[in-house]
């Protein structure tokens, strides 16, 4: 890996108890810090406040996930991000890829997506979105995480290791034995001071290599320059609004698309979708997929069942079957979870 972690094996499934050490510094010894019972910790990070920051974002991706065009930071291998939070909802990221630059500005109320490659600026506006990237807020998306599994979950806290020179706790989440899930457990570094998560670390049930970790090579916190969270295009850059999502008023695009649902909760939760229209994917709509979107129809395997037809796309840690009557069932469950989600009304 490119940072200075080791992968190591180890966790609890459905009963079965494996030694694990996931992150071990290769120079120095873990810190001393003051007792935390896991109560106490994850309360700390559910109502933490660490103010504006910058840092530096690492990522690991054994996802598994096939390689789709646009979307090329879905698919294996290791990616940096630069961030920078003003702690008040406005942010920045700059993402780099092979041929440019993607970034992403917000300033509390609009948010902008510039790809230098193409020079295009996309618009969009309402408050912070109600789910958090980990791509982009990866302190944001491991608190969700933790908000999101811990009732469902033993909760542990398993020594403590030093992230970005930072030293934190280690917090592990592990499902309960009647979750029907493909992950093992979730980790999560906190930092002891500020009480954010660091670094998130997801592994699979039945792989020793972590299949998926985010976390910070470098973070300072402190006041940013205000003109990071403003966006003026580029001259020559083409300007668009995202599009109005249905049922949702304005260029909005925070959330789930209207009409989802949630079958099960916790580790085993199932979101099915209906996608819009037109959208890639659905059957018979070849001629209006927009160039360089993936054909949803070209992946995964044929499956069918009383919910009808469709295909099965999995990865390390979950499954997802596009039906082809536009229904999307996605969950880091196996495939009969998502098959039996799809059936229930």
């Known amino acids: 890996m490119r940072r200075r972690w080791f992968g190591a094996a180890g966790v609890v499934?459905?009963?079965?108890?494996?030694?694990?050490?996931?992150?071990?510094?290769?120079?120095?010894?873990?810190?001393?810090l003051p007792p935390v019972s896991p109560e106490d910790l994850v309360a700390s990070v559910m109502t933490a406040q660490p103010g504006p920051?910058?840092?530096?974002?690492?990522?690991?991706?054994?996802?598994?996930?096939p390689a789709l065009p646009g979307a090329p930071q879905l698919g294996n291998g290791t990616q940096t991000a630069r961030i920078w939070s003003g702690g008040d909802g406005k942010g920045r990221v700059a993402l780099p890829s092979g041929d440019g630059e993607k970034t992403l500005v917000s300033?509390?109320?609009?948010?902008?997506?510039?790809?230098?490659?193409?020079?295009?600026?996309?618009?969009?506006t309402g408050g912070a979105p109600e789910q958090k990237d980990p791509q982009t807020d990866?302190?944001?998306?491991?608190?969700?995480?933790?908000?999101?599994?811990?009732?469902?979950?033993q909760v542990a806290v398993d020594g403590t290791a030093e992230v970005a020179g930072r030293p934190a706790y280690t917090l592990v989440l592990t499902p309960q034995p009647t979750e029907r899930t493909m992950l093992r457990e979730v980790r999560v570094a906190v930092d002891a001071e500020k009480r954010i998560?660091?670094?998130?670390?997801?592994?699979?049930?039945?792989?020793?290599?972590?299949?998926?970790?985010i976390g910070f090579d470098d973070v300072t916190f402190g006041p940013q320059d205000p003109s990071l969270?403003?966006?003026?295009?580029?001259?020559?850059?083409?300007?668009?609004?995202?599009?109005?999502?249905?049922?949702?008023?304005?260029?909005?695009?925070?959330?789930?698309?209207?009409?989802?649902?949630?079958?099960?909760?916790?580790?085993?939760?199932?979101?099915?979708?209906?996608?819009?229209?037109?959208?890639?994917?659905?059957?018979?709509?070849?001629?209006?997929?927009?160039?360089?979107?993936p054909d949803l129809n070209a992946l995964g395997t044929p499956v069918s069942g009383p919910w009808g037809n469709g295909r099965a796309i999995t990865s390390?840690?979950?499954?997802?079957?596009?039906?082809?009557?536009?229904r999307v069932a996605v969950g880091a469950v196996p495939e009969p979870v998502v098959a039996e989600a799809l059936g229930t009304k």
Request: proline share 10%.
């Open 13 to 32: 499934a459905a009963g079965a108890v494996a030694a694990a050490v996931i992150a071990i510094p290769t120079a120095a010894a873990q810190p001393q």
């Open 53 to 65: 920051f910058n840092g530096t974002v690492g990522i690991d991706n054994e996802l598994g996930l």
């Open 107 to 124: 300033d509390g109320t609009t948010r902008w997506a510039y790809d230098a490659t193409d020079r295009t600026a996309t618009r969009s």
């Open 138 to 153: 990866p302190a944001g998306a491991s608190t969700q995480i933790i908000g999101e599994l811990r009732k469902t979950s």
């Open 197 to 213: 998560p660091l670094e998130l670390t997801v592994l699979a049930t039945g792989s020793a290599t972590p299949a998926l970790q």
């Open 229 to 293: 969270f403003t966006f003026t295009p580029p001259p020559g850059t083409t300007v668009k609004d995202a599009p109005a999502r249905e049922g949702r008023p304005g260029p909005d695009r925070q959330g789930p698309p209207e009409g989802t649902r949630t079958v099960g909760e916790g580790w085993d939760r199932v979101l099915v979708l209906q996608r819009p229209a037109g959208q890639p994917g659905q059957q018979g709509d070849q001629q209006q997929r927009p160039e360089g979107a």
């Open 316 to 326: 390390a840690v979950g499954t997802a079957i596009v039906t082809d009557d536009g």
